[in-house]
Structure formats: C-alpha cells, structure tokens
C-alpha cells in the first residue's frame, strides 16, 4: 500500500495562504502594458558565492502503482520521464517475500523489467540516473513484537510474538547478520542488472504502524541498526551510499520537534552518525498532508543548522505528495505552484540536494499522489519539470537575491556542462519588470515558462542580463532561464 495512507491522528493545518490566480498572464519577454506598468524587480547573481552540489530529482514507481496488475512499463512513459521531465533518480520498495496469508504487491521478478528498461531509456540519453531503495520492512520472519509510546520513549518493549510484514512490529535484534545479507541480497539483485544501487535506506518512516509494510524503531533501535547493519553491508559493497531516517520534515526540523527524532539521536551517537551518508526527510505532516507553506523555509533552515550541515551530511527529501493538479490548489489542498514554491524552500533554506516525488505515474489518472497518468502530464509534472530538467547532477547553487518578496530566486552554475540556470517563482498576482545583475553572466538566457493558463514549461523568449535590460514575469508562474545549450 501506498505510503498516502493516512499515518496517524496528529492534526494538520495547511500553513500557506494559496497563490490567486491572474485574470491574465503575458507571455514573458513581451513589454509591459504601458498603462499598467509592471513593477521593478531586480535579481543579483553572484557566481563567487556557492552552496550545495545538486545529486537530483525524481519519484517513486513505476508507469503505474506497483499493486496494479497491468503494464508497469511503456517505451513512451520511459521516453517521456527520461528526455521531457529528465529525472535523475528514480526510488524503489525492496519488498519482502510474501507468506501464507500475506501476501505482497510485487517482489523482483515483476520489478526488474521496469528496472531494466529505466536503464536502458537513461543509458540512451546518457543519464547517469540513480537508482535508490527503501525498505517498508524487513521478512516477517525477521521481526518482533514492538510497543512504544513515542521515538525515544526509554521503556519501549521488543520481543518474540505473532508478527508480518504489515502493522508494525521491529526487527528482532538477533537479526541484524541475517537483515544485512537480505539487504545485500537487494544490492546484487540491481548488480545482476547491470546497476550499482546509489542509496539505501535502512527503514521508510520508521515511527509509523501501518495496515501495509511497515516496521518500527525507537530513535536508540533505529541507531543500533545503523551501528549493527551498515558495517555488514559496506564491507560487500563499500560505495552505496546509506540514507535515512526517512521521518517527517515537521519532526525532523521544526523549532519544537527537532531535538526528540531521529536525526537529533544520530547526531548524539558518534558511530551511528558515522554509518549514515545521507539524512532524508519526508515532506509530510503525517505521511497524507503535504508540509506546505511559509513554516517550511525555519524548518529546512532548522534542519540545516543543526544537522546536515552540522554533521557534514548531504540533505535529500525522499518522499512527499498530496497536492492537486490545480495550479493554486483546491480548498486547503495545495496546488502546482505551491509545490515549486516547496522544493524552492528546501533548496534555498535547507541546502537540500535532491527532491524525490513519491508516486510518478498512475494510469488510473492524476491524482493529488502522482505527477502524471501514463505519458498525460498535467500542471504539477510541468512545476516539477522546471526544475528536473535543467537543474542537473552537478550543478552548484550560487547566491542569488532577489529585491522583491514576491519573487523567489535561484541560480546554479554546472562547471561539468556549462550551463547557468536561474529559476523565478512570481508568487504575486501582477506582472513584474525583471532585470539580471551580477558579474561574470551568460550573454542571454532562453525562457521556459509555466503558468496558470496554457504555457507549460514552453520556452518563451530570452532574457539579457546587465542594467538597461529586462523580461516580463508574469503574475503567479514560474520562470527558468537556461544559458549554455541544453542541460540534458
């Protein structure tokens, strides 16, 4: 089952004030109605000042859920999510073998052909796509009872009982040898297929009981499996990379939260700190609702100061969905543009290096879980796409200001490719004057355009940096200017 299930009664409040729409957007690059002036905004780029290196963007999940029946790949799907979206990680469920009266929504024979395929498609466009894995539980035979009131509640309990892979339970600490050749058993399954796993995460959402795949830890379990497992893992293959916790963002990182989770017990044990590569947050409240909105900037900025970059770990968010289709939204249900507004706080605040959707297909249409329906796209695959396709692997953030509050900036310099990227979220309803400064820019940049109407990421003129010269943004869109050939 799919991790948008609701998680627990902890109430959400949507935090954000939903973005109007405009009455009417004009095409970038046009001059401003000089009735009705556009207001000034200037962007000042300084390439000298850098940020985090990108490792990526991408989903969960095949051409569509893995609990269908049908196709799960398609060439066009494959085509579509490699050279138009241009994922650059692609996530997995490594599930455990199904058991009388249990069984499973898929296990490696109906996975590998997608696996494969995906392959084969980023292969073709020289993509160097990361393929990354989370486990929702361990073998059923491998797991215990478990009970525990909250993450670090010192008199949780563990012990032998009637346990599955479903509703919870821990891994029997007696198991942890027999835990890491299972995870190893994964890695060489990828192996056998011709790609080196990139990541692995240890557990999904390790403090959530679920009626599908789940298994539980206490922040001190969840450190004794990191101390106990990874070791057994890397000495076979020492350059995957270990992700996690996998936890809620609003735990992980707001002002309240932050010092009784996951993240916080790692920091505190030196050699589980040292087994972990990589510290993941999931974008949820709960694991249904969406974290959206203006808290999102202290959280990520929380989350930074006292962890990843304290402890010298790269930032990812592994999973988030819950967001319409609309462009603003729906009622308390952010929308696309919302969702950019999103991964742009976790870039700018949080030094966030990958973005990873949860399900990125479903054939039954697009729901407020998946990006697209098969090769239909909609407003948030177009969101989504301004910033996957240009902001690649490599590419470094610089500083980048903007003077006025309703647009949000972002620039990325790619020393592999050449390319310069900025990115431009107009979250006002009116039109602006954008001018580029900064030392040292590319001569033009080519504009790709997403907004409220029919542009979806349609390339929409140029933009000329330097005093003198400027581009109309229009009101609620996104902008990302590209120079130095396709990044692709």
Request: charge should be negative; include cysteine; charged fraction near 20%.
């Amino acid at each position: 089952m799919p991790d948008f299930v609701k998680k627990s009664s902890l109430i959400y409040l949507l935090l954000a004030s939903l973005f109007l729409l405009s009455a009417h957007c004009k095409k970038a690059g046009n001059d401003p109605d000089p009735q009705n002036p556009a207001a000034k905004c200037t962007i000042t780029i300084d390439r000298s000042v850098k940020y985090q290196t990108i490792d990526g963007f991408g989903f969960f999940g095949a051409c569509d859920v893995w609990w269908a029946s049908g196709n799960l790949w398609n060439d066009a799907w494959g085509e579509k999510i490699i050279s138009d979206l241009g994922i650059t990680i692609w996530r997995n469920e490594w599930f455990p073998p199904s058991t009388q009266g249990v069984p499973q929504d898929a296990d490696w024979a109906k996975q590998e052909p997608v696996v494969r395929n995906l392959k084969a498609k980023a292969d073709k466009y020289g993509v160097d796509l990361k393929f990354i894995v989370s486990v929702w539980s361990p073998p059923a035979d491998m797991k215990w009872l478990s009970e525990f009131s909250w993450a670090g509640d010192e008199n949780a309990t563990r012990q032998a009982g009637p346990v599955t892979t479903k509703n919870g339970g821990t891994l029997n600490p007696e198991k942890y040898n027999e835990y890491a050749a299972w995870l190893d058993s994964c890695i060489k399954s990828y192996k056998d297929s011709g790609i080196d796993l990139y990541a692995l995460s240890l557990q999904n959402e390790p403090l959530f009981i679920e009626p599908y795949n789940s298994c539980t830890y206490t922040t001190s379990w969840y450190c004794d499996l990191l101390k106990n497992v990874v070791p057994a893992i890397k000495s076979s293959y020492p350059g995957i990379r270990i992700f996690g916790a996998e936890n809620m963002l609003e735990m992980e990182g707001k002002s309240d939260n932050y010092p009784w989770f996951y993240h916080q017990a790692i920091r505190n044990d030196a050699l589980a700190a040292n087994s972990i590569d990589i510290l993941a947050v999931h974008g949820y409240s709960d694991g249904l609702s969406p974290i959206s909105g203006s808290e999102l900037s202290q959280m990520w900025a929380n989350h930074a100061r006292e962890f990843s970059s304290a402890m010298n770990k790269a930032a990812w968010m592994t999973e988030t969905s819950g967001y319409s289709d609309q462009w603003s939204g729906s009622g308390s249900t952010p929308g696309a543009l919302n969702l950019a507004m999103d991964i742009y706080a976790g870039l700018a605040f949080g030094d966030m290096k990958a973005w990873i959707w949860w399900q990125g297909s479903e054939l039954a249409g697009i729901s407020n879980f998946s990006l697209m329906s098969n090769t239909v796209c909609g407003k948030k695959y177009y969101a989504s796409k301004q910033f996957y396709r240009y902001v690649r692997p490599g590419a470094v953030r610089v500083k980048c200001i903007s003077d006025d509050p309703d647009v949000f900036a972002l620039a990325f310099d790619h020393p592999g490719k050449g390319t310069g990227t900025v990115i431009l979220i107009n979250g006002g309803t009116g039109e602006k004057s954008v001018t580029l400064e900064g030392s040292d820019l590319p001569e033009v940049y080519k504009i790709y355009l997403t907004d409220s109407g029919n542009k979806n990421c349609s390339e929409s003129g140029t933009a000329k940096p330097g005093t003198g010269n400027s581009f109309t943004l229009p009101g609620s869109s996104i902008a990302t200017l590209q120079a130095g050939g396709d990044p692709l």
